[in-house]
């Protein structure tokens, strides 16, 4: 079984919003930190977001800073992340993981991504 799956992706015009959904099927995953992360072409995946177990706290990338929010529902063990005022340059894979631990951004498991693909 894969423990997280992502959904949501798809093509949208610069400007637009998206909303990304990450379904978790491991257990305690109300007490798992869950982040997000992108990969673009040619580049290293980059940190996106963190969200802490209880949904309390929040980290972003200064990239993302008041354009996306990541929030979580235990009761669903669902995290998301709400894309908003989307530029071409976050045109990426984006992943989910749970227990991301900062500052190293390591995680104990990853989903598989969701294609972003921002259209100018």
């Known amino acids: 079984q894969v423990p997280l799956v992502e959904s949501g992706g798809g093509l949208v015009q610069a400007g637009g919003s998206l909303k990304l959904s990450c379904a978790a099927s491991?257990?305690?995953?109300?007490?798992?930190?869950m982040g997000w992360f992108r990969q673009s072409p040619g580049k290293e995946r980059e940190f996106v977001a963190r969200?802490?177990?209880?949904?309390?706290?929040?980290n972003y990338a200064d990239s993302v800073k008041g354009r996306f929010t990541i929030f979580r529902d235990n009761a669903k063990n669902t995290v998301y992340l709400q894309m908003n005022s989307l530029k071409t340059e976050d045109t990426a894979v984006y992943y989910c993981?749970?227990?991301?631990?900062?500052?190293?951004?390591?995680?104990?498991?990853w989903g598989q991504g969701t294609q972003v693909t921002v259209s100018s």
């Open positions: 993981a749970a227990g991301v631990v900062l500052p190293s951004y390591k995680a104990e498991y």
């Open positions: 491991i257990r305690s995953f109300h007490s798992y930190g």
């Open positions: 969200v802490s177990y209880d949904g309390v706290s929040t």
